[in-house]
């Protein structure tokens, strides 16, 4: 019996560490993606490989994963808003003091 549930753990850690080798795989060949799409494939690339460490940990990989890949992908939404807020504040302080001589 407990040889059995060890096996079924190693089977859903591997199934995870696959899961996100494939999308790894599956970003690299991205170099024309605008920069919202590149914050959002990182976040959920991120977010599902970290998902899947915590979902073998806790027994079920698959479902790790896809939480992980879900919040990642909201955080590196969230994350290029706040930048995009960051860029337009120094273009309007750029104007501001062009504006200003």
């Known amino acids: 019996m407990i040889t059995a549930m060890k096996a079924t753990t190693w089977r859903a850690?591997?199934?995870g560490l696959v899961a996100a080798v494939a999308l790894?795989?599956?970003l690299?060949?991205?170099e024309n993606l605008t920069p919202?799409?590149?914050r959002a494939g990182t976040g959920m690339l991120a977010g599902a490989a970290a998902g899947a460490t915590f979902g073998a940990i806790?027994?079920?990989a698959a479902l790790g994963t896809a939480v992980g890949a879900g919040a990642g992908l909201l955080g590196g939404l969230i994350y290029d808003q706040y930048d995009k807020s960051q860029q337009r504040a120094y273009q309007q302080g750029v104007q501001?003091?062009?504006q200003g001589q």
Request: aromatic share 0%.
């Open 28 to 30: 690299t060949g991205c």
């Open 96 to 98: 501001a003091g062009r």
């Open 36 to 38: 919202t799409q590149r």
């Open 58 to 60: 806790g027994g079920n």
């Open 24 to 26: 790894v795989a599956s």
């Open 13 to 15: 850690r591997i199934a």
